[in-house]
Every structure is written in C-alpha cells, then in structure tokens.
C-alpha cells in the first residue's frame, strides 16, 4: 500500500460526459501528480501541483482540468469525453525526498471508459 | 531534454533464468534514476533507485541495477527469474527542468513474461 488513494476505481460513461477524478496523497506529501496510461501512448504525465499551486503541465489536453485543494486532495476533471479517453489515471504523490530526485508513490489507479 | 529508451517492449525468461531489462537515457544534467514495477491492475510501485550514491543498486525481489554513465544505461537484473517476477517494467530518469523543479520521464515499459 503506497498510501495514495484514488477514486473511483473504475468509471463507466458515455461519450460527451464528464467525469471527476479523485486523489488523496500520502500523508504530510505536498506534491501530486496525474498520469494518463493507455495502450498505445503508454504513461503520459499530465500536470503536477505543489501544495495547492500548479507546478508542471504535461500533454495535458484543453477538455481536461485539475486542481489541489487546501488539504492536499486533488481532482481531475475530464470533460466532453471521447472514446480515445478511456485509459487508466493515475495518481502520485511525493514528499520532501521526491522534490529532490522525484521519486514518486503511486495510487492504483482509477480505470476509465468511455463508451 | 531528457529521455528514456528501454529496449523490448516484450521478454520472455523461463523461470530460474538470469532476468536483463534494458534502459538508457538522456540527460543533460547529472540524473537520478528509477525502476518502477507493475503488477496486472494495480499502480507502479518502486523497484529501486539510483540518487549519485553508489553505482550497483540492490532494490526489492532481489532486483539490482548498475549506473553506467559512460554507456548512459541503468539496465535491470535479476540472476534467477521467478514466476512471480511477471509483471510491467518502467524505467524512469528525473531531473531538473528549466522551471527549476524535478521532471520525471518514463520509458515504454518491458513486460517481462516467466515461462515455467
């Protein structure tokens, strides 16, 4: 157990939907990040926050959003879905030691399809 | 820019065999490097790491992996493979990015497949 909650752990929906993500990140960890992992792109960093601010974006597309909230949960908000959304999301988080290397702790990931 | 190429997307080991999981990169600063491993339907847990300390990294399920800057290659070895070794291999290079803060990059994945 790596300590880092997400929910839900699969979501089903329909094309032109949108779906909200949630994180918890280790205790006392400040930093989150969101991957997408699909077969054909394999593990796409998304964005990254640091205690509530966001710190890095990846190939994050428009229709997607996130945010870190004040308790260090956070949330990805994916919207007008389509089919080539369906993926697994995950979540990391990483604590003072992962500042420095990047050393990253990993939900389980929320598993997403849209149909 | 940094990147990470490991190579074959696919190995097959029987089991008791020496397990060898390729990755190089590419970093224009000094990297930390990591072995991350994922079972069927959970999230990537870490295998070890490399953060400038010594260049022969021993990580869980007795995995190692040996830094090589000159050949710029972190490849993952295990002497004897166990079934339960079947799993998704991710190499990953971080360092630091223009903004200032760590950028992590992950390589394809190998999945590595334990014959009996």
């Known amino acids: 157990d790596s300590g880092v909650t997400q929910t839900p752990k699969h979501l089903i929906t329909a094309t032109g939907q949108r779906v909200t993500l949630r994180c918890s990140p280790r205790s006392g960890d400040l930093s989150v990040y969101w991957y997408q992992q699909s077969l054909d792109q394999g593990l796409q960093f998304l964005i990254q926050y640091y205690n509530g601010e966001e710190r890095a974006k990846g190939n994050i597309l428009e229709r997607f959003s996130a945010q870190q909230f004040p308790d260090l949960h956070s949330e990805l908000n994916l919207s007008s879905l389509e089919l080539g959304d369906s993926a697994l999301y995950f979540c990391?988080?990483?604590?003072?030691?992962?500042?420095?290397?990047?050393?990253?702790?990993f939900g389980e990931g929320s598993r997403l399809t849209v149909l | 820019a940094q990147s990470v190429t490991q190579l074959g997307s696919h190995v097959s080991v029987s089991e008791g065999a020496l397990v060898l999981l390729r990755c190089n990169y590419s970093s224009s600063v000094p990297p930390y490097l990591f072995w991350y491993v994922q079972y069927p339907n959970q999230g990537l847990q870490l295998l070890l790491k490399?953060?400038?300390?010594?260049?022969l990294v021993k990580g869980i399920n007795g995995f190692e992996a040996e830094f090589k800057k000159s050949e710029t290659s972190f490849h993952l070895t295990k002497p004897s493979a166990h079934m339960s070794d079947a799993a998704e291999y991710f190499c990953?290079?971080?360092?630091?990015?223009?903004?200032?803060?760590?950028?992590?990059?992950f390589g394809i994945g190998t999945k590595l497949q334990v014959i009996p």
């Open positions: 490399y953060t400038s300390a010594a260049t």
């Open positions: 990953a290079v971080s360092g630091m990015n223009s903004g200032g803060y760590q950028k992590v990059t």
């Open positions: 990391a988080s990483s604590g003072l030691t992962g500042v420095i290397t990047g050393e990253l702790f």
